[in-house]
């Protein structure tokens, strides 16, 4: 077992654990808006940030990615974090202004609007990357990935093609947090919309049932 320090008390983990995991099962506040445990983490968000002592050095880090260590002293509420985490959602508010889960999380954290301005009002995405991960992690399939950079950066058929490998599971629509991936059965026919493209396929009948 490791042992570790978060907010002052003292805790025992299981190596490998990450920070964050820790903390969750013992019920201290962390926000996250890109952790789901059927994948493994990302990073994506950043909200996650918590402060680590290590030797006298402190920094900043992503809990859902840093793993305990022996001696390990976190803190996870202070002013530096704090100023953090507001300015990651309020970056989100702007990116997604009118995404259910950003607001919420916003309320949470203190936060009632943004500094700044808002490009695609009508964005949902945030980013966050867990349809990406349950699409190649848990289905095994690599239908959509994250694609270009910088502002252009946005979940799409990998390169851009116009070939998919997706088989109308649904699991993006599913995982997805803000609604930025729909999914709609209607007259046979499945429809997957992703942020940038759309697919469509014939539903199958089941023979006993006869449910698509
Ligand atoms: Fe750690 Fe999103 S929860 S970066």
Same mark, same amino acid.
């Given at each position: 077992?490791?042992?570790?320090?978060?907010?002052?008390? !003292?805790?025992?983990?299981?190596?490998?654990?990450?920070?964050?995991?820790?903390?969750?099962?013992?019920?201290? +506040?962390?926000?996250?808006?890109?952790?789901?445990?059927?994948?493994?983490?990302?990073?994506?968000?950043?909200?996650?940030?918590?402060?680590?002592?290590? !030797? *006298?050095?402190? #920094?900043?880090?992503?809990?859902?990615?840093?793993?305990?260590?022996?001696?390990?002293?976190? $803190?996870?509420?202070?002013?530096?974090? $704090?100023?953090?985490? #507001?300015?990651?959602?309020?970056?989100?508010?702007?990116?997604?202004?009118? &995404?259910?889960?950003?607001?919420?999380?916003?309320?949470?954290? *203190?936060?009632?609007?943004?500094? +700044?301005?808002?490009?695609?009002?009508?964005?949902?995405? $945030?980013?966050?990357?867990?349809? $990406?991960?349950?699409?190649?992690?848990?289905?095994?399939?690599?239908?959509?990935?994250?694609?270009?950079?910088?502002?252009?950066?946005?979940?799409?058929?990998?390169?851009?093609?116009?070939?998919?490998?997706?088989?109308?599971?649904? &699991?993006?629509?599913?995982?997805?947090?803000?609604?930025?991936? !729909?999914?709609?059965?209607?007259?046979?026919?499945?429809?997957?919309?992703?942020?940038?493209?759309?697919?469509? +396929?014939?539903?199958?009948?089941?023979?006993?049932?006869?449910?698509?």
């Amino acid at each position: 077992m490791i042992n570790l320090t978060i907010d002052g008390k !003292k805790y025992q983990a299981e190596e490998g654990q990450t920070v964050l995991e820790v903390a969750h099962r013992h019920g201290i +506040f962390i926000p996250t808006l890109c952790v789901d445990e059927a994948v493994s983490a990302y990073g994506a968000c950043r909200l996650c940030m918590v402060e680590i002592d290590r !030797k *006298g050095r402190k #920094k900043l880090v992503a809990s859902c990615l840093y793993q305990v260590e022996e001696g390990l002293v976190v $803190t996870t509420q202070n002013d530096r974090i $704090t100023n953090i985490r #507001k300015t990651v959602i309020e970056l989100l508010l702007a990116r997604c202004p009118q &995404s259910e889960g950003v607001q919420t999380m916003a309320k949470k954290l *203190g936060v009632n609007g943004t500094r +700044f301005e808002s490009e695609k009002p009508e964005n949902l995405c $945030t980013l966050c990357a867990l349809c $990406t991960r349950v699409c190649s992690e848990v289905v095994g399939k690599s239908a959509i990935s994250l694609v270009s950079r910088g502002t252009g950066r946005e979940v799409a058929l990998p390169y851009y093609e116009d070939k998919t490998d997706c088989i109308a599971c649904g &699991s993006c629509a599913y995982i997805c947090p803000t609604g930025a991936i !729909k999914m709609k059965d209607g007259n046979g026919v499945r429809t997957i919309t992703w942020p940038n493209c759309e697919v469509s +396929f014939k539903l199958r009948r089941c023979a006993k049932c006869g449910a698509e």
